[in-house]
């Protein structure tokens, strides 16, 4: 493959010029309630050219791998038809590497029917749980993915990209009342991830059970602790895609309110995004422009330091390159995205944050988040009301809503105990590419005066 | 033909099969930041197979039209475990003639469509010159070829036209996202319209203005309807039924919502977004009641769920995806139905949507784009505003619904389909 896109590339006439070929192979195994729901596999092979010529990007896509020099013609010529300015390009050091898989048990060497055993297991200790579980969805998928790189500085890269991931979910209905609770597991090492998931299964039947006698969280302000896992989501939903600089790099006034040197929170506050943390969800050696990823720091002691690059905006911004071009699939061109977020951790205990408060919020784990620029709301899966210094009653539909800068300044503690989101499915979406893989981390927080959403 | 091929392939082991072959080629053309920054060509090539061996369905797809052996193969392992089948696959019927396919958009290159966004641009940009700009145009035309074991044979060429523009206002800590943009699958589209429309969203807006937490009466805009459809459109998913998860399981024939609202899933609206005269699994397409003044009539089966459950396929496809819906026009013209109104909220656009528990009907959502209303008329926007609420509630207690109605489409859209503005009597809002 290295000869035919080196090959290829050989027919652009423009100032910069990559393709990027994947070859994928996946298979699921879906159950929903008592039955089977889907099995299958499929393969999808495609890939993409882009062409930049005078600040202006041509793309072509394709699943017909057959006529390489003419995507990438067909690219160029759509560069040019686009391209009136300047080119804006930061320089990487050209590399050839090749990243193989490393695998404890090859999920390609496992037979269908033992992926579907696995999983019926699973469901059937859900389903059994209690006579008010009402159905269950056990999604288990897997893939691997080789994806070839090469542009034309003379760049070659080719990485292995294994990933086993599951959901197991329980629905448990009492009248009109339907709660869902979920575990998740998997993990780029192997089909080994996903076994031994049995007491997880019975933990999301147990909290779906325990929901339902669970009342709504009352919308108002709180104090609000937050969970590792729901640290993570409110660092990379309502701080993360701030630091994304395609926002900021064309917006003069965007610049102004993501200033560097501007202080965003306390002087504990410390935001990062590590593309090379071992064994993250978002972990790879280069991003999808050959650049080496790395670890960027983007507020460190509660200023903002950096944020996150591609080799345009780079260039643009006159930064430094970070390494955080990255795309979901092949009919996308890489945009800036994030890799492993987090809120490094501070010193405080989880018992001290908790004692403090006479009336607040625990936020538990998270079902999903959304951001538009300085607004955010993100659901967590559960909630604990906090009554005089002490966790109380289980509450659910905790929505958390509010301005990322005002947040950030209103925590006021932040704990010892830095933790990552587990594996699953899904990811993070983004100009219509969804999910990429993202790791999410962080340690207890405490957020003062934070909105939670509700039916008063 | 490959699809048949792949039938006939999968025929010496399978005893039922269908195929499916998508080939596609798109142009687009994208504004970002005030300028134009890129264009795109692509070419695509999708084929999915279902196979039903011994009773047990298995399915595979592939990108790659000369991996005929390997997409047959694949789909009969998956079958040696799959699923039980509880369908037959369709026999070849006749379907009804639609409006899909408009040789005026196979001429269209890539120049013209970047006229058509510089135009919506500089429209945009002489409003008000801080907005920052966008707008994309793009141009699809693509083949379905379905087959199945049965002898049905089908294929339909599509083109598909999207447009829309809009932008970013930032000021201070504050920033405005509006835009509009259409979906159909033809040509004729006006261009200064849709900017007309999004600059209209960015003058309701320029003014912010705060207010009280409370009950109130809420008007969902065409496009803000999807915080009361999300949770419909789950709860009348005949999967969702035959669970057990949806809290409509028991409700056909029964009043769900106000007796003048009347829901109806078209299929053959001419050039309509979502207009096509078959589905995925072979099933003709067919006008499909909801819901009948207030009444619910329907809910949408896939095959397979439609077996499970002992009734018939709707022709919503495998995912048993909605088609173009419509709703009836009201009788309050719109500037009445505000006029109307002495303190209350408009409401066009969420964040947050879909969270929790949509299918209870519960949404809790953060307010993206909606503006006060005070003594009949806008205000302006608000910021900061959750709204909450349950959207069968909502469907049942409806104050008004407008005369005027609007497409809701395009690559901002949510949904495709025809809605007037729908007037809820009181709903919770909670500013911050
Ligand atoms: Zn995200």
Redesign the pocket.
């Known amino acids: 493959m290295q000869d035919r896109l080196t090959e290829a590339l050989k027919a652009q006439d423009v100032e910069y010029a990559d393709i990027r070929v994947e070859d994928t192979t996946n298979t699921w195994v879906n159950f929903r309630g008592p039955d089977l729901d889907t099995i299958g596999s499929a393969r999808t092979v495609g890939g993409i050219v882009r062409a930049l010529y005078k600040g202006g990007w041509g793309y072509a896509t394709f699943n017909d791998l057959d006529d390489l020099p003419k995507r990438v013609r067909e690219a160029c010529e759509t560069a040019k038809l686009v391209g009136r300015d300047t080119t804006y390009f930061a320089p990487a050091e050209p590399v050839v590497d090749v990243i193989p898989a490393r695998l404890v048990k090859d999920f390609r060497q496992v037979p269908l029917a033992e992926k579907k055993a696995t999983m019926e297991a699973y469901n059937r200790i859900v389903l059994g749980y209690h006579k008010s579980i009402q159905a269950s969805s056990v999604r288990y998928a897997d893939y691997f993915k080789t994806v070839h790189y090469a542009n034309s500085e003379g760049t070659y890269i080719e990485e292995e990209i294994p990933d086993v991931n599951m959901i197991v979910a329980a629905i448990a209905r009492d009248g009109d009342v339907v709660q869902t609770a979920f575990e998740t597991g998997g993990g780029a090492d192997g089909f080994q991830s996903v076994e031994n998931f049995h007491e997880k299964a019975e933990s999301a039947a147990r909290k779906a059970v325990e929901l339902l006698a669970a009342p709504p969280v009352a919308g108002g302000k709180y104090s609000v602790i937050t969970n590792q896992v729901m640290t993570g989501v409110f660092t ?2 309502a701080f ?2 701030l630091s994304e600089s395609d926002f900021v790099y064309e917006n003069p006034r965007m610049q102004e309110l993501m200033q560097l040197g501007k202080r965003f929170g306390g002087d504990g506050l410390n935001i990062l995004d590590d593309g090379s943390r071992p064994g993250g969800l978002g972990t790879h050696r280069y991003d999808y422009e050959g650049t080496t990823t790395r670890k960027n720091y983007l507020i460190k002691d509660g200023i903002l330091v950096g944020r996150l690059h591609s080799r345009e905006t780079a260039a643009k911004m006159g930064e430094q390159i970070t390494g955080n071009s990255r795309a979901v699939f092949f009919q996308h061109p890489p945009i800036v995205r ?1 890799t492993n977020t987090y809120i490094d951790q501070g010193t405080a205990k989880f018992e001290d944050m908790v004692k403090g408060i006479e009336l607040g919020v625990y936020a538990v784990n998270s079902i999903g ?1 959304q ?1 538009a620029m300085e607004m955010f709301t993100f659901s967590a899966a559960y909630g604990f009301m906090i009554r005089n210094g002490q966790i109380a009653e289980l509450v659910r539909d905790v929505v958390l809503t509010g301005n990322v800068f005002d947040t950030l300044m209103n925590i006021d503690m932040i704990g010892n105990d830095l933790g990552w989101e587990p594996h699953g499915p899904g ?4 100009g219509g590419q969804h999910p ?1 893989r ?1 790791g999410l981390g962080g340690p207890h927080i405490r957020i003062q005066n934070c909105v939670v959403g509700g039916q008063q | 033909m490959i699809v048949e091929k792949i039938i006939e392939r999968a025929m010496r082991k399978a005893q039922a099969a269908q195929a499916i072959m998508l080939t596609q080629e798109t142009s687009e053309v994208n504004f970002e930041n005030d300028r134009l920054k890129s264009a795109e060509s692509s070419q695509r090539t999708q084929i999915d197979l279902k196979v039903i061996v011994n009773g047990k369905v298995g399915v595979s797809s592939t990108t790659d039209p000369n991996d005929v052996e390997g997409v047959v193969s694949r789909a009969l392992e998956a079958a040696e475990f799959g699923s039980e089948a509880h369908f037959d696959l369709p026999d070849a019927q006749s379907l009804e003639p639609v409006k899909i396919f408009d040789p005026a958009l196979l001429p269209l290159e890539k120049p013209e469509m970047i006229r058509m966004g510089q135009q919506m641009m500089d429209m945009i940009k002489s409003y008000n010159p801080e907005i920052l700009a966008g707008a994309g145009v793009n141009k699809t035309v693509y083949k379905v070829a379905y087959a199945n074991s049965k002898g049905a044979n089908y294929t339909a060429d599509h083109t598909e036209f999207n447009v829309g523009a809009g932008g970013a206002l930032v000021r201070g800590t504050d920033i405005l996202y509006a835009g509009h943009g259409i979906g159909q699958k033809k040509r004729a589209v006006d261009t200064e319209e849709i900017a007309a429309q999004a600059i209209e969203y960015f003058r309701l807006a320029e003014t912010i203005v705060p207010i009280e937490s409370g009950e109130m009466p809420v008007i969902f805009t065409p496009s803000g309807l999807i915080a009361l459809l999300l949770s419909l459109g789950l709860a009348i998913d005949g999967k969702n039924v035959h669970l057990g998860a949806s809290p409509l399981r028991d409700k056909l024939g029964q009043q769900i919502a106000d007796p003048r609202l009347t829901l109806v899933d078209d299929p053959f609206v001419e050039f309509g977004p979502r207009t096509s005269a078959f589905d995925d699994e072979g099933t003709p397409r067919k006008v499909t009641p909801l819901i009948e003044k207030g009444v619910l009539r329907n809910f949408i089966y896939d095959l397979d769920t439609a077996g499970r459950a002992g009734v018939k396929p709707t022709g919503h496809g495998s995912s048993r995806r909605l088609t173009n819906l419509v709703i009836n026009a009201g009788d309050t013209p719109y500037e009445q139905m505000l006029r109307d109104i002495p303190n209350g909220l408009l409401v066009h656009e969420y964040l947050g949507l879909g969270q929790g528990n949509p299918i209870n009907g519960d949404f809790s959502v953060n307010v993206f784009l909606g503006y006060k209303i005070e003594n009949g008329k806008l205000m302006g926007r608000v910021k900061d505003v959750m709204l909450a609420g349950n959207a069968f509630d909502a469907l049942k207690n409806i104050a008004a619904m407008s005369k005027e109605r609007e497409w809701v489409s395009g690559p901002f859209a949510w949904f495709s389909g025809l809605m007037p503005y729908v007037q809820v009597g009181k709903l919770s809002v909670t500013a911050k």
């Open positions: 990379h939903e993360g895609h994030m988040g951001t990811g993070c979406g983004k990429l993202v």
